[in-house]
């Protein structure tokens, strides 16, 4: 802990008596360098008097406060003869407590105690609460990609069609991603699919979502977004991940198939797994049309129509064309 006293007498005093309970102390003649200590060292608590040379007691409680956002190093304010105002300010100041007369030296060690206790029940507190955060992340998140799981993005898709908000859905999925594990290794699978990943979560806004669905598969939400917004967006993406430079003894080139539609808010019969099997046609209406593309179905497109839909969709390059190959 540290001390901020400007008396040397009462220095001497604090110290034989932090130090007789066990408690290792720094101390201080006044508050210039308290910020930088605290910084460097961390210390559990500090005892500020309220009297200093230069800023007060309360002016440096403040900065100690300002400065100690989520680590909350407890404060005891010390004085001699205080009166309920000081001792008001003190508290209004950011003070954990106030000790106003240093000759009751059996209430200072309670006081002190009571700090130091409580000061291991915020930091054990806040380990627990990391820890939980942490493994509510792991929940959430696949770990190959740092995208959000399958079952988070459904929950998600879940949330806004409950909350009718428009949305679009893609659906994407690497074409012969197969033959990339097969003639470079899953080691370079894993590399691209990372890599794919990190453009497709650059390419959206801050609210959309995106997640790995599983293996090759991606899926994005795409906030408020109309038929043509969506479509957009895909093929933003899907031309975002075409420009990709060849990974180091990997594939020269990898492409996307993107099977796009939307939330109508006004389907008032539409459910979760509808959105989600109509963005799922539309990919594999993109595959079978000759990869490398976007497919867009309306939510009033009959979903046996949606080869019609492939069939109007711009084909980028006929080299990718392999229909006889899944991926």
Request: glycine share 8%; charged share 30%; aromatic share 4%.
């Amino acid at each position: 802990m540290v001390v901020v006293e400007p008396d040397a007498q009462r220095r001497k005093s604090l110290r034989r008596m932090l130090e007789h309970d066990g408690y290792e102390c720094l101390l201080l003649g006044d508050g210039d360098e308290l910020l930088r200590v605290c910084a460097e060292f961390e210390p559990d608590l500090l005892l500020i008097g309220v009297e200093l040379p230069g800023a007060s007691g309360l002016e440096l409680c403040g900065d100690v406060r300002a400065a100690d956002l989520g680590r909350h190093t407890p404060v005891i304010l010390l004085s001699h003869g205080a009166d309920e105002r000081a001792v008001s300010a003190g508290l209004l100041a950011g003070a954990d407590d106030f000790v106003s007369d240093l000759d009751r030296v059996q209430e200072l060690h309670a006081r002190v105690h009571v700090q130091l206790r409580n000061k291991r029940l915020h930091d054990t507190l806040q380990r627990v609460r990391t820890e939980r955060d942490l493994l509510r992340r792991d929940a959430q998140i696949d770990p190959l990609t740092g995208l959000l799981n399958r079952r988070s993005l459904e929950a998600s898709v879940n949330e806004r069609c409950q909350s009718r908000d428009r949305f679009g859905v893609l659906f994407m999925d690497i074409d012969h991603f197969k033959d990339v594990n097969d003639r470079f290794g899953h080691e370079v699978g894993d590399r691209v699919l990372a890599g794919i990943a990190s453009v497709l979560r650059a390419g959206l806004r801050p609210g959309d979502l995106i997640a790995r669905y599983g293996g090759e598969e991606f899926l994005a939400i795409i906030a408020g977004a109309g038929p043509e917004s969506a479509r957009l967006v895909a093929e933003r993406l899907r031309r975002n991940v075409e420009e990709l430079p060849a990974l180091p003894r990997g594939p020269s080139r990898v492409t996307l198939s993107v099977g796009a539609t939307v939330f109508d808010p006004q389907r008032l019969d539409e459910q979760p797994v509808d959105i989600l099997r109509r963005a799922d046609v539309a990919l594999y209406a993109a595959k079978n049309a000759g990869r490398n593309r976007v497919v867009l179905l309306h939510p009033s497109t009959p979903e046996h129509d949606a080869a019609s839909s492939a069939a109007s969709a711009v084909t980028p390059s006929a080299r990718f064309g392999d229909n006889a190959r899944s991926g």
